[in-house]
Every structure is written in structure tokens, then in C-alpha cells.
């Protein structure tokens, strides 16, 4: 440090915090640390500045470029990567099951769309498409006996709380539903919901859920206490990670393969992905490309809506669809089925 400039002296301040932030995301996933969670939503900022500062270094040949080097090393080998470098595919054709998640944002599109348009938009998306399931998250209660979406024989709708201020949730199917049930999230809006859904010989539990909202609007950033907002955002981590174990432990108890879809309200990073995920499969990760946006949140891209599936099951193929027919955007992929012994 004696060699450098006061200039240069700022500079590695910062390199040493945005690598302490790097280091302690890390530990995120595996601890339930309400207070950091939110480290969880800028691991993509924190891994490419610290890239940044790697660089900044080695042209400056200072051996100083080694905190971002070992902050970068481990954030990959403890999380993983953010960007998947696979050629960009479609749905694979050969499969014995295509899902789809969106939330549709109860179908009335983002910013000033035109409702009716937006939501006609909407179902002609899903009939050309043509999953064999789709979870819906925000779905339109108005439609919830309409036959906009004739083409799944099978469905269950969430019925909401008495109050009617839950979050409706549908899963619409083309294999029979043979039974359903639902999560309770306390002292939430948000819920999940299932299906027993029977495809050939094996029947599968599809899981639509949709965690705790982090009730961010950019809009009202400008107005709230950063105290406040900082409360705010740690109840909201602290409630996903409530939702993600009773989940888990629903999913423990079942019999049957399971598969989830659903809008997380946070990022892969985050300890709520991991008690979800568990040993399954991420289909991103098996067999998306690039970086596999599903939100924009405060403008920055961000992963926060996800197929997954137990690991006997095949994942075949994995899309994401760069719409504006929601907030978020939708994510299909395709599995097959493998024989159990």
C-alpha cells in the first residue's frame, strides 16, 4: 500500500469491500441471513466489478489484482455461474412433457398496455406454444371460468383466502389431474398450490409457487426512508425462506417425482432457491443459454423464475421468451421420463 497513490489507495478500499460483499454472498445460500440476503440480488454486480478491478490491476502490475482473483474463485465455486455458455436452443421436440411458468401479472401487461389486448396477446402466446402444463402466478381471476384455455382439459385455480387479497394461482393440463392441494403461506398474500398429474404410467407432482413479494416500486424509492426500505426488503427474505421450507417439507412427504415452476422473488443466489432446489435439477442450468432473464428489477436483469425437476428426470430442453406481456417473462422447458426400477 505504500507504493500507491491516494487515488490508488481509494481505488483498493473499494476492490476490498466490493470483495468482502462477493465473499459474504457466498454464504448467503447456506445460511439464513435475512440481513445479507439482499447480496443475493447483486451477485451478477459484485462478480463483474470485481472483474473490473482484476483487470485494473494487472495493467497496473500490482500483485494487488489477487483479492478480486480469490473473491472470484470462490464465488464460483460457491455459487456457480450466472451465465450459461451453451448454444441458444428451443424446447426440444422429443419429449415426453413440456411445462411452462408465467406470471402473468394477472394478465393485464406491464406499464400502460391495453388490458383486453394484452390478455389476448397472452392466451394466443400459450395456444401457439402449446405446453402440455402451465403454471400461472397472478393469474386473471376473471378468466377463471372462462375457456380461454379449452385446450387443457384438466386445471386447478387457486381459490384464494376468504378476504380475497391471496395471489391467484393456476396449473391448466392436458394429462389428468388426479389430485390437488395447497400451501398455505401465513400472514402472506403469496401461496403455492400442486397437482398430481398422471403422464403414461408415472404420475408426477408439479408444484406452481410464488414466494413472498419484495414490494419494491421504483417509484417509491425516491420517497422511503432507506431504513425503512432496508426493514422492508429483510421481512420479505425472512417470509421466502419461511415459504421455502414449508415447501420443502411437503416435498419430503410426497412419493411421487416432483417438478417445480414458479416466480421465487429471488435469485438462484439466495438460501430460499437452495431449500427449494435441494438435489433437483435447475433447467437453466441443464440446458438454457446466455443469461436467462426473467425480470428486469430497478432496470438490472435478474433470474428469479424457474423450472425445476427431481434428478430422475431428464431435462431435455429449456427457453426463455424475451416478451412484454408481463413483468416477468415466461421460462418452458421439456423432460422425459425415466424408468424406474
Known amino acids: 500500500m505504500k507504493k500507491l497513490s491516494f487515488f490508488g489507495k481509494i481505488v483498493y478500499g473499494l476492490n476490498i469491500l466490493i470483495a468482502v460483499l462477493l465473499l459474504v454472498a457466498c454464504i448467503v445460500p447456506f445460511t439464513p441471513l435475512p440481513s445479507f440476503s439482499f447480496l443475493s440480488l447483486v451477485v451478477p454486480l459484485l462478480v463483474i466489478f470485481n472483474g473490473v478491478f482484476l483487470c485494473y490491476w494487472l495493467l497496473r502490475r500490482k500483485f494487488l489484482f489477487t483479492t478480486s ?51 389476448e396477446a397472452i392466451i394466443n402466446f400459450v395456444k401457439e406454444e402449446n405446453p402440455d402444463i402451465i403454471c400461472f402466478q397472478e393469474f386473471d381471476a376473471r378468466r377463471r371460468h372462462g375457456k380461454d384455455f379449452d385446450q387443457f382439459p384438466y386445471q386447478y385455480i387457486s ?43 408415472d404420475t408426477l407432482r408439479v408444484y406452481n409457487l410464488h414466494l413472498e413479494s419484495l414490494k419494491v416500486r421504483p417509484r417509491m424509492l425516491k420517497k422511503e426512508r432507506s431504513d425503512r426500505l432496508f426493514k422492508r426488503l429483510r421481512y420479505s427474505f425472512s417470509k421466502q425462506q419461511e415459504q421455502a421450507a414449508i415447501f420443502r417439507q411437503n416435498a419430503n412427504d410426497t412419493k411421487y417425482s416432483k ?56 431435462i431435455t430442453g429449456h427457453q426463455n421468451y424475451d416478451l412484454q406481456l408481463s413483468d416477468h417473462e415466461p421460462v418452458m422447458a421439456s423432460i422425459k421420463l425415466s424408468c424406474k426400477k
Open 159 to 201: 381459490k384464494g383466502s376468504d378476504d380475497n387479497k391471496r395471489v391467484l394461482l393456476a396449473i391448466f393440463s392436458k394429462q389428468p389431474i388426479i389430485h390437488e392441494g395447497f400451501l398455505d403461506f401465513p400472514d402472506s398474500r403469496n401461496n403455492a398450490i400442486y397437482a398430481d398429474i398422471v403422464v403414461k404410467k
Open 69 to 119: 482473483l480469490v473473491a472470484l474463485l470462490v464465488g464460483y465455486f460457491a455459487l456457480g455461474s450466472f451465465v450459461e455458455f451453451r448454444k441458444k436452443t428451443k424446447v426440444d421436440a422429443v419429449h415426453d412433457l413440456s411445462l411452462m411458468t408465467f406470471n402473468a401479472l394477472s394478465f393485464n401487461g406491464s406499464g400502460n398496455a391495453d388490458r383486453e389486448k394484452n390478455a
Open 259 to 314: 417438478i417445480v415452476c414458479g416466480d421465487f422473488n429471488n435469485t438462484q443466489f439466495s438460501n430460499a432457491y437452495r431449500i427449494i432446489k435441494g438435489d433437483m435439477k435447475d433447467s437453466f442450468s441443464e440446458k438454457g443459454s446466455g443469461y436467462g432473464k426473467t425480470i428486469n428489477f430497478w432496470h438490472f436483469p435478474l433470474r428469479i423464475d424457474f423450472i425445476m425437476a427431481d434428478p430422475e428426470i431428464e
